[in-house]
Nanobody, 122 residues
């Protein structure tokens, strides 16, 4: 009923920048919030940044001052601008969204994208 499709990952040198995008599509009545998580090999998935439809944001400490999350409500799209990338930012980045479906009883559900690889070389 809902799909999240990420794009923008890739290979970049330390100090470089990447911009991730995630588009939500389907039977959507409202998106309450969207966010980005990441999972490095051998580690648990962790929150990177989150944003509400109203624009309130939160960031994990390791990315504060380097990453910026934004949302385009009209396009059901969330972005993650990543600057001054470090090798420790290497991970698969996943988009997450809390969505109210446009079908009765209009319940909230949590969805995940398929992930996009970000690799930062030193």
């Amino acid at each position: 009923q809902v799909q999240l499709v990420e794009s923008g990952g890739g290979l970049v040198q330390a100090g470089g920048s990447l911009r991730l995008s995630c588009v939500a599509s389907g039977n959507i009545a409202r998106i309450n919030s969207m966010g980005w998580y990441r999972q490095a090999p051998g580690k648990q998935r962790e929150l990177v940044a989150g944003i509400t439809s109203g624009g309130s944001t939160n960031y994990a400490d390791p990315v504060k001052g380097r990453f910026t999350i934004s949302i385009d409500n009209a396009k059901n799209t969330v972005y993650l601008q990543m600057n001054n990338l470090k090798p420790e930012d290497t991970a698969v980045y996943y988009c997450n969204a809390e969505i109210i479906l446009r079908i009765i009883p209009f319940q909230r559900y949590n969805y995940w994208g398929q992930g996009t690889q970000v690799t930062v070389s030193s």
